[in-house]
């Protein structure tokens, strides 16, 4: 069982500048707490997100860490031309000395992909395209393609990862028919439902990894869950804080979607209760965190789990306490969890 930081980085209200000194200030503690990944997300023209070039924001963050392992869930393939992606990704691996992660998707909003230019309907064929392209960069350090979006003839890369073949790799993963290509391709996984869903979409993916299992090599990969985190000295205490930064977060996140007058595909709770109610959202003392989080491992089958701590308008304090109580009260319970049906991925 692995712990990991997924950040929104959605905007909190206070000076930008500030909010990036937050993060990274609060990446010292992840990596003395014992967390084995930090990870953010990509969107752009969103309060959801004050990070919208994750390359930019974790260059920096490489510098104010030496053991954390960091990268985006996920980049948005479309938006980037292959080639200065690849390469961006091997400049970070090295100025990680190898602790370097990616995440890729198309990418969850066709509004955020309307604004590049990009149609809804390119966007998965964009997104296909742009993952074979950049694999075969980053293992053979060479780009050599012809197809509908992209061509290149024998681009050497100006420089490779230090990682072989490449960085490790996440996909967030929404069905069991789409866990499949992950676990073809040695990449870790993470599902943002429900714990029961998450247990179908990780059955497959285990099977997918055993049906090829001479051609893994033995690699364990991760099979994960992603949730809103909360740790306070109370129940109600947390109720408090986790209902005020809700609300704020939730505004960010629904604001380009009433802009449009559309609904998203994974649409989440507006209502603070609700979120709760969905296993999403995790917020209370940390007895009932530890709780709440053990059935959900114990039901799922995960064997990572990615807490976003600092969401809304979330204060410093607020976040260390939280995350300090998580890792003291919550992570041992987690690790020592007998899962009922979590073979190795």
Not at 106 to 121: L, N, Q, T
Not at 280 to 287: D, I
Request: glycine letters at 10%.
């Amino acid at each position: 069982m692995k712990f990991g930081i997924f950040d929104q980085n959605d905007w909190t209200g206070r000076l930008v500048c500030d909010q990036y000194n937050m993060r990274f200030d609060l990446a010292s503690l992840y990596e003395a707490l014992g967390f084995h990944i930090y990870q953010v997300s990509e969107h752009h023209g969103t309060p959801l997100s004050t990070a919208p070039s994750p390359s930019v924001f974790l260059a920096a963050l490489s510098q104010r860490t030496k053991t954390l392992r960091f990268g985006p869930l996920v980049y948005l393939l479309p938006a980037y031309e292959p080639l200065r992606l690849a390469e961006e990704i091997s400049m970070l691996d090295h100025l990680s000395g190898g602790r370097f992660e990616f995440g890729v998707g198309k990418g969850a909003s066709p509004h955020e992909m309307g604004f590049f230019g990009i149609a809804p309907e390119d966007m998965q064929p964009m997104y296909v395209e742009s993952l074979t392209i950049l694999m075969a960069a980053l293992e053979k350090g060479v780009v050599q393609h012809k197809g509908r979006y992209w061509q290149y003839d024998g681009v050497e890369l100006s420089v490779t990862p230090i990682q072989r073949p490449y960085p490790p790799m996440w996909v967030a993963v929404g069905s069991p028919e789409s866990a499949v290509w992950a676990a073809q391709n040695n990449a870790n996984i993470v599902v943002g439902g429900p714990p029961e869903r998450a247990r179908l979409v990780f059955d497959r993916y285990v099977a997918e990894r055993t049906a090829m299992d001479d051609l893994n090599g033995g690699k364990s990969l991760l099979m994960g869950i992603n949730r809103h985190i909360l740790v306070a000295d109370s129940e109600e205490a947390a109720t408090v804080i986790g209902r005020r930064a809700w609300d704020k977060f939730y505004a960010g996140f629904i604001k380009l979607w009433k802009r449009f007058g559309t609904e998203p595909g994974n649409r989440l709770p507006a209502d603070f209760d609700a979120a709760v109610q969905s296993g999403f959202v995790v917020v209370g003392s940390a007895e009932s965190v530890r709780r709440n989080l053990m059935r959900q491992v114990e039901v799922s089958g995960a064997t990572f789990v990615g807490g976003n701590f600092i969401f809304g308008d979330i204060s410093f304090d607020e976040g260390k306490r939280s995350i300090t109580g998580f890792a003291q009260h919550v992570m041992p319970a987690l690790r020592a969890v007998r899962q009922v049906h979590a073979p190795a991925a």
